[in-house]
Nanobody, 116 residues
Framework: QVQLVESGGGLVQPGGSLRLSCAAS????????MNWYRQTPGEERKLVAA????????NYADSVKGRFTISRDNAKGTVYLQMNNLKPEDTAVYYC?????????WGQGTQVTVSS
């Protein structure tokens, strides 16, 4: 059974940091591109960061470049999103996504709220 379980969300003040984790099971993690998306009410889910299978290449949305870092541990089947210098506009539900060819798996999401 495929599972993607996110954790690490919460409430943080502007300028603060959070580290999201996504623990994967039920598929060959190392073969999959792992992504973090986020979504706010009434908006489409948007790609925040991606790490290609093997972990050698990463991509970021312009809005988070220089503040967020995606990483993966293939041995643990886990992908991380380190978020620094958080801003109120980063408030969203963050989703973990695993993609291989036409196969897509999604986690249940974790809420991140940036507010003073």
């Amino acid at each position: 059974q495929v599972q993607l379980v996110e954790s690490g969300g919460g409430l943080v003040q502007p300028g603060g940091s959070l580290r999201l984790s996504c623990a994967a099971s039920g598929f060959t993690f190392s073969l999959y591109t792992m992504n973090w998306y986020r979504q706010t009410p009434g908006e489409e889910r948007k790609l925040v960061a991606a790490t290609i299978s093997g972990g050698g290449s990463t991509n970021y949305a312009d809005s988070v470049k220089g503040r967020f870092t995606i990483s993966r541990d293939n041995a643990k089947g886990t992908v991380y999103l380190q978020m620094n210098n958080l801003k109120p506009e980063d408030t969203a539900v963050y989703y973990c996504n695993a993609r291989f060819s036409s196969i897509n798996y999604w986690g249940q999401g974790t809420q991140v709220t940036v507010s003073s």
